[in-house]
């Protein structure tokens, strides 16, 4: 195996697509339920607060998923089997 950026940037195998699919959605659905209680206690109203929620995860989950696949590239913090 060989990685590239003095070791930081790996070409290994990474984890399945769906597999970070599913971590991601799972996640997003407990940030929501966080969220849209938060805005809840802000607002005190339901149908704000589900809007609130809602909206802010739609990003938020794009966000997490670029995220997640960006770092399953970088080979820092992870024993290479040599």
Known sequence: MTST?????SDRPHQALSRA???TALYRVLMVVVSVAVAYLVVGD???????GLATNVVKTVTYYGYERLW???AWGIPTAE
Request: a positive charge; charged letters at 15%.
């Open 21 to 23: 699919v599913v971590k």
């Open 72 to 74: 399953d590239r970088i």
């Open 5 to 9: 950026l003095g070791g930081l940037v």
């Open 46 to 52: 339901v149908s704000a607060a589900l809007s609130i």
